[in-house]
């Protein structure tokens, strides 16, 4: 089983930064790719960026040039740098782990830009 913990997930105001940071245990697997998606109340899941193995990157359109994604696959960790955060930033973060063996989501940490 896998499990993925978020954190640093808080109240900002816009043109703030948060990074937040999600960490993954159990079954991992090297090549994967660990990713960040986020809700807003009233929208779909929306896609914000991931990462494989190889450090090749996704952006969601929306963030693309303010946010960051890294990882650490010593540490099984995927971070996010937000910056120029904006009131349409705000969301519940979802941490995303895809392997062959599947799919985990963790529980998510609420992001909320104030203006």
């Known amino acids: 089983q896998v499990q993925l913990v978020e954190s640093g997930g808080g109240l900002v105001q816009a043109g703030g930064s948060l990074r937040l940071s999600c960490a993954a245990s159990?079954?991992?697997?090297?090549?994967?790719?660990m990713g960040w998606y986020r809700q807003a109340p009233g929208k779909q899941r929306e896609l914000v960026a991931t990462?494989?193995?190889?450090?090749?990157?996704n952006y969601g359109p929306s963030v693309k040039g303010r946010f960051i994604i890294s990882r650490d696959n010593a540490k099984n960790t995927v971070y996010l740098q937000m910056n120029s955060l904006k009131p349409e930033d705000t969301a519940i973060y979802y941490c995303?782990?895809?392997?062959?063996?599947?799919?985990?989501w963790g529980q998510g940490t609420q992001v909320t830009v104030s203006s």
């Open positions: 159990g079954s991992i697997f090297r090549i994967n790719v």
């Open positions: 990462i494989n193995s190889s450090g090749s990157t």
């Open positions: 995303n782990l895809n392997q062959v063996a599947g799919t985990s």
